[in-house]
């Protein structure tokens, strides 16, 4: 029986939670059909540069965007506060992210089409080479949420929702644990350097028991 690991590590001058390295996790869009981009009552949070980035992306995503979702960015803009005071980018009718669009998906295990999957126009654009900014950080680190103390400590934690119960299924079969499923978007967030320090932590915890 493997060891009972504390509830917070330090990987450099991170902090994460330590279910990020205990917990299995994928994606399964299949059976989620991208319901994050929907659910909830708040946009995705976006920094200050990111906000500049999709604003030049935007005549590339424009024709994607429903007319509803036109409607707000012309409005309010591309991103607003949020009632906790965090910049977050706008959503339509309460819910959706104004820059999800639907479109059918092909299931790789069946080969059918999954009709109507929520989907991110930003990432659609940056794969096709007609923008250079992908999506939010905090989209493409999800389910790892990242918090900003007032003292400049960074600290990861791991957020569970209802609608990625699929991702923990798929996560347990594959044997995926959260930090491995997320690596290039933690590349991408805090350096090589930090994610094989991440990795080198796990795989010491492995050979101690705990994992």
């Known amino acids: ?29 299949s059976a989620c059909k991208g319901a994050c981009c929907v659910e909830g009552d708040a946009g995705a949070p976006v920094t200050l540069d990111e906000i500049g ?5 935007l005549d590339a995503v424009w024709p994607d965007l429903s007319a509803s979702a036109q409607a707000v960015i012309d409005r309010q803009g591309v991103a607003y506060t949020d009632r906790d005071g965090d910049l977050v980018t706008s959503i339509v009718g309460g819910k959706d992210c104004v820059f999800t669009y639907y479109d059918d998906i092909i299931d790789f295990n069946t080969a ?13 654009a940056f794969r ?3 923008s250079r900014f992908c999506k939010p950080i905090s989209c493409a680190l999800y389910p790892i949420r990242e918090k900003r103390f007032s003292d400049g400590t960074v600290a ?18 594959l044997h995926l644990r959260v930090y491995q499923f997320l690596k290039d978007p933690l590349v991408r967030r805090f350096g090589q350097d930090w994610y094989d320090e991440l990795c080198a932590v796990a795989d010491d915890l492995h050979r101690q028991g705990y994992l």
């Open 1 to 29: 029986m493997n060891k009972k690991l504390p509830p917070i590590l330090q990987v450099g001058d991170i902090l994460i939670s330590s279910d990020i390295l205990t917990e299995e996790f994928c994606c399964d869009l």
């Open 53 to 57: 980035e999709i604003e030049d992306a």
């Open 112 to 124: 059918q089409p999954i009709p109507h999957c929520c989907l991110c126009a930003l990432e659609k």
């Open 128 to 130: 096709s080479r007609r």
């Open 156 to 173: 990861l934690n791991y957020h569970q929702w209802h609608v990625c119960e699929a991702a923990r299924l798929k996560g347990h079969t």
